[in-house]
């Protein structure tokens, strides 16, 4: 490892620590996720949760409803997940849950918020570096209505110290300079689902990809990552770190695999700011992407070029120097 090495640059954080989390402190968690009909039959079959209502439209309709139920169990797990990055995803398992409530139907296409009260944290007794966190979390619509609320309990990681962090970057163009060097937090493992199912869906025919006898008597011996896969993999890795205020992707170039990836790799991203062209309201911004295996090889790298809005233009169209997006109404 060097100096230069990409796995060595700092990190940017993401998830929260147990000393965050104080009593009575309000979460909004800042995605939305629109809950399309493929999402409730892909969950519902998978469940095995054969419940018409939520697979067959026509007897839906004959009950009252005006499309298919999604499955109140998919709406528990989507707030569930739009609240991880604020509250959990430092680490600790997930503990349990109570007084889960679904307070309406949600039907195909409609956009689910959510928001998290901490209503107790307390060190954890068994572990020194970890809290018991309890939240009280509430679903709501593109209207701001509650539709479905209820308490979860995670044990939460205390706050490491001694890492060299960058800033988290709302994705500004302002957040960027060139020459900024930083690591991404999240990885992914690349599981045969990936080896089979992405080359698939994509109709690439290599076999390669999905076939251990045409590899087996290679200088590989398996089946290798479909470089699109690894290459959507590393910039997927970067985005939100350096896209959080996109306005489009302009292109990628000098895409490079140096190093095959196989079943059980796990992929990490770092990012190069090379370039920051202001442009009234926006700015065109060129980083440098590098996919990092496990041990630390590059596995992919390449250049890509986005357009991004600056803090400076938001803040005047919002009038009030406020630099967030609109948010969606709340009723509590």
């Not at 989507?78 to 889960?100: H, R, Y």
């Not at 895409?255 to 700015?283: C, K, M, N, Y």
Request: some cysteine.
């Amino acid at each position: 490892m060097t100096a230069s090495d990409p796995a060595d640059w700092p990190l940017i954080p993401r998830g929260s620590s147990f000393e965050d989390h104080t009593v009575g402190r309000v979460f909004d968690h800042h995605w939305g996720r629109t809950v399309h009909a493929s999402d409730n039959v892909f969950f519902t079959t998978q469940m095995l949760a054969f419940n018409p209502l939520h697979f067959n439209r026509e007897l839906a309709t004959a009950a009252g409803h005006p499309d298919e139920v999604v499955n109140p169990l998919l709406v528990f797990a989507i707030v569930f997940g739009l609240s991880v990055e604020d509250l959990s995803e430092g680490g600790g398992p997930f503990l349990g849950a109570s007084d889960l409530r679904y307070l309406r139907e949600i039907y195909p296409g409609e956009t689910l918020y959510a928001s998290s009260t901490v209503v107790e944290a307390r060190e954890s007794g068994s572990r020194p570096d970890a809290g018991i966190v309890t939240w009280h979390t509430v679903g709501r619509g593109s209207d701001g209505k509650p539709v479905i609320e209820f308490r979860r309990t995670n044990l939460v990681a205390k706050r490491v110290t001694g890492r060299e962090l960058a800033p988290v970057p709302d994705g500004f163009a302002e957040d960027f300079r060139v020459g900024d060097r930083f690591r991404h937090a999240r990885t992914r493992t690349v599981t045969d689902i990936d080896l089979n199912g992405f080359t698939l869906l994509v109709m690439n025919t290599a076999t390669g990809h999905f076939s251990e006898q045409e590899m087996e008597d290679t200088p590989f011996g398996e089946r290798i990552n479909f470089g699109g896969l690894t290459l959507a993999l590393t910039v997927g890795l970067a985005t939100q770190d350096t896209s959080g205020q996109l306005v489009r992707e302009e292109g990628l170039d000098d895409i490079r695999f140096a190093t095959p990836v196989r079943h059980g790799d796990t992929i990490g991203a770092a990012s190069e700011v090379l370039a920051v062209e202001p442009d009234g309201a926006q700015a065109r911004v060129s980083f440098r992407h590098y996919g990092i295996n496990q041990r630390g090889e590059i596995v992919c790298q390449t250049t890509r070029t986005v357009r991004v809005r600056s803090r400076v233009a938001l803040a005047n169209q919002a009038g009030d120097g406020s630099t967030r997006a609109p948010a969606v109404p709340i009723e509590r």
